[in-house]
Every structure is written in C-alpha cells, then in structure tokens.
C-alpha cells in the first residue's frame, strides 16, 4: 500500500536559515508522482512542485529545492534563507497509478510539517 | 475561469443534523475527490469518483455518502452529523493521467463544525 510518512511534526527556525523538510514515501507501484504542498495560515493548499518517479534530478525554484532519491524514497524539501512568509504547512504527497481503466489517480497526503520562522 | 469552487465555505451544524456539501469544477476534469482535513492526520480520503455517475469509497468514507449526477458536480453529504466530523473538506479534481496532465486543483475548503 502506499503511505507518505512526514517525521518531523514541527519546525521551528529564525529568519534566515535554511532548512529541510523530510519526506518518506512507500510504494509498489514503477510509475509515481510526488508533491509537495504549502498550506499557509489562510488555509488554502498551493502547489509547489511535482516530480515524476522516472525523473530523479534535482530542482531548484528561486529559495526552494528539491532532492528525489528513489533509493532511499525520499523526496525533501529544502528553504534556503527562510522568510516568515514561509511559515505553514507544508505536505508531501505521492500519486498512485493512474488513468483509463479503473485506475483511480488517488493522492495520498503524509501529515504535514508546520514550519515556523521567527523574524 | 474558477477552477474548484466549494459551497458553502463555513457551516456549524448540530448532531444528527444533516446537510450536502458541494463541489463545482469547470475544466472538465474526469476525476474528482473529496478529502478531509484534521490536526496532525494531513488530508484523508473520504470519497472519490471517476467519472460522472461513479463513486468510490476512500481511506474514511463511514458516515459520508456522495453523488457525482454531472460530471462538473461531485456532492458530498452527511447523513446524520457527528461531533467526530468537525473538519476541514477539501475537494479536488484531476485528469486521468493517461491524458498526460498530472495536476491536481484543489478547491479553498470548508470547514464545518458539528457541536
């Protein structure tokens, strides 16, 4: 079955320092997606990036990177020079198989790490 | 173009009461979902549904029925409410993935309190 496990519950950190969101994610499935998620203190969910299972480069997006090893299963989430609006939620999630016949394309949420940046 | 839009956006309700929650989408999206939110769990399927008039238990479906009558619409109702059901829903909609596009549109949610 899949899961997403998110250890870290809490985060706190001061303005300025990096710092590294934890994800783990189990599968059976050869073809995946992975996602992170920032849920900011007005509730709604924004998407920040996707990763394909067959894709294990790095990104880099302004402040944020990302780090897929399908060899450990671990897709972390990196701030770099963290900012107070960076404070929220933050979810990974992985997509099972998905698409025409019966297939569901089900996303599957860990619990979330909330991120606190103090100025 | 407004994407997911869920109605209504807050609700209290007392115990047994029952009430239907509603998720519009206007990209034509096949596959749509309705999870739920609470401290310290992340999002929970309830339900889902791929296509218009299929539905699908998820991961926490008891107490929660759903109807998918047109494609955009995918409704979400509680029979008799349950303190237990003071959440946050989110509903979602997607392509399948074999039309190549592998994004997910979230709706703001609504957070319903059962006292």
């Known amino acids: 079955a899949q899961k997403v496990t998110q250890a870290q519950t809490e985060i706190s950190v001061v303005e300025k320092e990096d710092v590294t969101l934890d994800c783990v994610y189990e599968t059976r499935d050869t073809t995946y997606y992975l996602f992170w998620y920032k849920q900011p203190p007005s509730g709604e969910l924004v998407f920040l990036i996707r990763r394909n299972s067959f894709d294990e480069q790095n990104e880099i997006s302004g402040r944020y990177s990302w780090n897929f090893q399908k060899s450990t299963s671990s897709f972390n989430f990196t701030i770099t020079a963290s900012q107070v609006v960076d404070s929220a939620v933050y979810f990974c999630?992985?997509?099972?198989?998905?698409?025409?016949?019966?297939?569901?394309?089900?996303?599957?949420f860990g619990t979330g790490t909330l991120l606190a940046v103090q100025p | 173009n407004a994407g997911v839009t869920q109605t209504p956006k807050f609700r209290v309700l007392k115990t047994g009461q029952s009430m239907t929650l509603l998720c519009a989408q206007d990209m034509n999206h096949e596959y749509m979902y309705w999870y739920r939110q609470d401290p310290g769990m992340g999002l929970r399927l309830i339900h889902y549904s791929v296509g218009e008039g299929t539905t699908a238990k998820g991961e926490v479906p008891d107490g929660y029925n759903v109807s998918r009558l047109k494609k955009q619409n995918f409704l979400l109702g509680l029979e008799s409410a349950a303190p237990s059901q003071t959440s946050v829903y989110f509903c979602?909609?997607?392509?399948?993935?074999?039309?190549?596009?592998?994004?997910?549109?979230f709706g703001s949610g609504t957070r319903l309190t059962v006292v």
């Open positions: 979602a909609s997607s392509y399948p993935r074999a039309t190549g596009y592998y994004g997910y549109t």
């Open positions: 999630a992985l997509s099972e198989a998905g698409g025409y016949g019966g297939a569901t394309n089900k996303l599957i």
